[in-house]
């Protein structure tokens, strides 16, 4: 963003060729002179130039899912005390589709002016590069600058009730003893459900059959009539149902106990050894996005996460707000990516 002015300057002030035996002219020296000095005055008005950002003009914070969504409902808390800390207006734009590749697309292809943000959950940014390679559209490493990890939220192990199982060990003796009798219910192949349930037949050496359906809402239908009987289910949609009765939660699928589950025992902590299957949100910008931007956001948004209203509202959704460096969500997108890729090849899947 360099000042028309400035550009002209420059323009003028560009070497001349001359016969490198020629001795210099007045001019030529002058501007060799003059440029540097002109360069540095250029950087610093493109600095404060970036330091007024934002300017009255709104941020676009999109949000690759439909609206009612758990990504919509936590973008939106997040959203208004940003819009307080920056004293900026900040639009939530709904683009769903895709299971979030669209929105994150579109996103991966606006202008880096700090004007645009996304606001998704693992899937778009782990797996789908993985399941989509030749249609997704975007390259998350690449296109995507890491702002902070805002929240994590653990699926849990859930049963028919009228499976009558207990515990995890019993569950998997049960299904070693009848190969593929038992079916789980997943939102789709390639969807957390389904790689998590994957994983875990793995690591417990089970055959059940997977049947997708189209959200967790009708598995929860599907698992009280007795059409499957194991599944892996976000905490919001669960926990009613076994607080009832109707259905038995036998395990977290984070690495340590969750405060939003009190007494339900990680499946690391039952045999299953590393076992750790987490959705994530995470706040980012198109790639190119001024260091400086990011910063300032990703320091806002943390302290903001901080708080105790954030704090609670999360929790009463089974989510733990965290906040945390771009580096650290860059990692983390890292290690998921290697983790759900192992699972995704060993199933020879892919959705293009």
């Known amino acids: 963003m360099i000042h028309p002015v400035l550009k002209r300057l420059l323009h003028r002030l560009k070497m001349p060729t001359h016969n490198p035996n020629q001795r210099p002219t007045l001019n030529s020296a002058c501007a060799k002179a003059l440029r540097p000095l002109l360069i540095l005055l250029v950087c610093l008005l493109t600095h404060n130039a970036w330091a007024a950002w934002p300017a009255d003009r709104p941020i676009h914070l999109v949000v690759p899912f439909p609206a009612g969504s758990s990504p919509d409902l936590l973008a939106r808390q997040v959203a ?42 693992n899937g778009p940014l782990v797996t789908a590069p993985t399941l989509y390679k030749k249609t997704l559209g975007y390259d998350p490493t690449s296109d995507l600058a890491p702002i902070t990890l805002v929240a994590t939220s653990p699926n849990v192990l859930v049963l028919s009730a009228a499976l009558q ?8 003796e ?19 459900a389904h790689l998590a349930m994957e994983l875990f037949k793995t690591q417990a050496g089970i055959e059940l059959l997977h049947v997708p359906y189209a ?28 607080k009832e009765g109707k259905l038995k939660v036998l395990g977290v699928t984070s690495l340590l106990a969750e405060e939003s589950l009190p007494g339900v025992v990680p ?13 994530w949100h995470a706040m ?9 931007i990011l910063l300032r956001l990703q320091q806002t948004l943390t302290a903001i996460l901080a708080t105790p209203q954030i704090k609670d509202k999360f929790s009463a959704q089974y989510f733990s707000a965290v906040g945390s460096t771009a580096q650290a969500l860059q990692a983390l997108m890292q290690t998921e990516k290697k983790r759900w890729d192992t699972v995704m090849t060993r199933l020879n899947l892919s959705l293009d």
Do not use: C, H, W
């Not at 049960?174 to 957390?192: H, I, K, M």
């Not at 009708?218 to 149902?241: E, H, N, S």
């Not at 980012?284 to 400086?292: F, K, N, R």
């Open 267 to 279: 499946l690391a902590a039952q045999g299953f050894e590393g076992f750790e299957a987490v959705s």
């Open 284 to 292: 980012l910008a198109p790639a190119g996005t001024d260091p400086a």
């Open 80 to 121: 208004e005390p940003l819009s307080k800390a920056l004293n900026q207006n900040i639009v939530i734009e709904n683009k769903a589709g895709a299971g979030g590749n669209l929105g994150t697309r579109l996103v991966a292809r606006a202008p880096n002016d700090g004007y645009t943000l996304l606001y998704t959950i």
């Open 165 to 172: 199982v207990n515990s995890t060990a019993e569950f998997v």
């Open 174 to 192: 049960r299904a070693r003893a009848r190969p593929n009798a038992l079916n789980y219910g997943s939102v789709g192949a390639g969807s957390a």
């Open 215 to 242: 959200s967790f809402p009708q598995i929860t239908t599907a698992m009280l009539a007795g059409d499957i009987q194991a599944a892996f289910m976000v905490p919001a949609i669960a926990m009613p149902q076994a």
